[in-house]
C-alpha cells in the first residue's frame, strides 16, 4: 500500500488492524468510518478500498501527520478522502459537526499513558452521539501495568477482546512485513457499556 521512496513507516498495529478490516471487507461497504491518529492511515486507506465512506484524521496540532493522510490517499487514489484535524480531548467545531460514523479505527493510538484519557474522552464523546458504534483498536503492549480498564469503567465503555489468530494475523509475517509476530499486539473493540446493541 505505501511507498518506501515517501520515507512512511507503518508500524506492526496499522498492519494487524488493516488485515482485521480485510477479512470484514464484506460488511464495510457504505459503512461510516472514522480513523483517529490515522498519520500514514493504512487501515483507513483498506476500509475506503473496500467501500467503506471514510474520514481520516489527526491532530491538528500535527500537520505533517496531516499531510501524511493526505499523501496516502493521493498514492492510493483516494482524492476525496477527507483528511480532519482533531486533537484528542478537545471538543472542537470539527468534531461536533462530524457526520454518523458507524466504526471508529485506532491504530497504536494507546501509546503514551498520557493520552489515554484524552483518547477516551473523545471516544466517549463520539459513541454517545453515534450510540451502536464502535471503535476497533490494536495496540502494542509495551509495558507490564499498561492497562485502561479503569479508564474504560470511569467512561461507562465495555471492551471485547479479538484474538489476531481470528483473524490470520498471528503470523509472523503479516502484509510481507516480518514485525506482527514479534511483538504483543493486542485488538479490542471498545463500545458503550449500556448501548442499544447490547
Not at 465512506?53 to 491538528?60: F, N, P, T
Not at 494475523?169 to 458503550?192: C, F, Q, V
Request: glycine residues 6%.
Amino acid at each position: 500500500v505505501l511507498d518506501s521512496q515517501y520515507g512512511m513507516y507503518v508500524w506492526p498495529c496499522a498492519v494487524v488492524l488493516a488485515q482485521y478490516l480485510w477479512a470484514h471487507r464484506r460488511s464495510l461497504p457504505g459503512k461510516r468510518v472514522l480513523e483517529i491518529g490515522a498519520g500514514v492511515s493504512l487501515p483507513g486507506v483498506v476500509a475506503a478500498r473496500c467501500g467503506a465512506q471514510v474520514i481520516l484524521s489527526d491532530s491538528e496540532e500535527l500537520p505533517q501527520c496531516l499531510q501524511s493522510c493526505r499523501s496516502s490517499c493521493l498514492m492510493n487514489h483516494l482524492p476525496h478522502v477527507p483528511v480532519l484535524g482533531l486533537t484528542w480531548g478537545r471538543v472542537s467545531p470539527e468534531l461536533l459537526s462530524l457526520a454518523p460514523i458507524d466504526i471508529i479505527l485506532g491504530s497504536d493510538v494507546f501509546f503514551d499513558p498520557k493520552d489515554f484519557e484524552d483518547i477516551l474522552t473523545t471516544i466517549y464523546f463520539l459513541l454517545e452521539k453515534n450510540p451502536r458504534a464502535q471503535f476497533w483498536t490494536t495496540y502494542q503492549v509495551r509495558s507490564a501495568d499498561w492497562s485502561i480498564e479503569a479508564l474504560l469503567y470511569k467512561w461507562k465503555l465495555k471492551s471485547i477482546h479479538v484474538p489476531l489468530h481470528s483473524f490470520g494475523a498471528d503470523k509472523e509475517h503479516l502484509a510481507s512485513s516480518s514485525l506482527p509476530g514479534r511483538h504483543t499486539i493486542e485488538m479490542m473493540i471498545i463500545s458503550l457499556a449500556q448501548s442499544d446493541g447490547t
